[in-house]
């Protein structure tokens, strides 16, 4: 690669565009690969030779994973790094740890709390940096959200998306794709607990209509995609004061009920069942968060192929 790395902090980053070539070569890749083994490369092996560094500040199962199994499909390889076992954890900065992997691999993942040391990150390094999750949100997940809707045959124009829960670091990058994408979502959630007014601002700035209410039900009417989240997140206080704000906006069979018949459930994992959703629900044939959860490997694979300027 010539010139300015192309980093992923945001959807925006990418733009419209590039979210649909995403897309698009996610579904072809998926298709072109289908009953080959998980770990055997793409034909193409685009991203042979490339070494991703994955930094985790936080825990993570799907991340993890789908982002160490793109990389093998798209012929390269990655290196794990936890804090508590490297230098990161032990004081170095990150724009120290930047500069010191951009020397070694040829793009670093990280997954941590304040979105500031993404963007510290990026600053400093001279690879692609992708925003694995952040305080602030997780573009990965939806890119693999929005391909999981398109494959269960609903078009992103016009779509009507219903959050239930709390406004948090998924909803924004949801918010984010809506202005890109140009569909509409009505965030249901208690008082107090809205989303960043500057999502929300992004979102309609690009032509997205967006509903804030307090009301489950007013959510969910005629909804195409319900989308929840886990209501507690690791190491928040005041779970228990949460818990109860969040019960009214739990997806059950009845809300389901008061979206279009062919309704979509999504949740990014790991769902706590009983309480952010029904069993019911959760285990429905409308629910297509196992399918969701597989789509990351897909989604990501594009996103790194779009950071390494192969795409788009």
Excluded: Y
Aim: proline share 4%; with cysteine.
């Amino acid at each position: 690669m010539s010139g300015s790395p192309l980093h992923f902090l945001d959807l925006g980053d990418a733009g419209a565009n590039a979210m649909a070539a995403m897309i698009s070569d996610a579904i072809d890749r998926k298709a072109a690969r289908a009953g080959s083994p998980k770990g055997e490369a793409d034909n193409d092996a685009p991203l042979a030779g490339r070494v991703l560094a994955l930094v985790f500040e936080k825990n993570s199962t799907r991340t993890r994973v789908s982002f160490d199994i793109a990389m093998r499909q798209l012929g390269g390889t990655v290196l794990i790094l936890e804090a508590g076992s490297s230098q990161l954890g032990r004081g170095e900065s990150i724009a120290d740890t930047a500069r010191v992997l951009s020397r070694m691999v040829d793009a670093i993942m990280l997954r941590t709390d304040d979105h500031a040391k993404i963007e510290e990150m990026a600053r400093h390094a001279t690879v692609p940096v992708i925003n694995g999750l952040t305080d602030r949100s997780h573009p990965c997940q939806i890119v693999a959200d929005l391909l999981t809707v398109i494959e269960h045959g609903k078009a992103l124009p016009g779509l009507e998306l219903a959050w239930f829960g709390d406004g948090n670091n998924v909803l924004h990058s949801v918010l984010e794709a809506a202005g890109l994408m140009k569909f509409n979502v009505r965030v249901a959630t208690p008082p107090g607990f809205e989303p960043d007014p500057e999502f929300v601002e992004l979102a309609r700035a690009g032509g997205a209509r967006v509903t804030l209410t307090n009301s489950a039900k007013e959510g969910a009417s005629d909804a195409d995609v319900l989308v929840t989240d886990t209501w507690i997140s690791m190491g928040q206080d005041d779970a228990d004061e949460k818990r109860r704000a969040m019960e009214p906006f739990q997806v059950n069979e009845s809300l389901m009920g008061m979206a279009k018949s062919n309704a979509l459930f999504l949740h990014c994992l790991p769902a706590h069942v009983g309480e952010e959703v029904s069993e019911g629900v959760f285990e429905s044939a409308q629910s297509v968060v196992f399918d969701e959860a597989e789509n990351r490997i897909h989604a990501q694979k594009s996103v790194l192929l779009w950071c390494f300027g192969k795409l788009g």
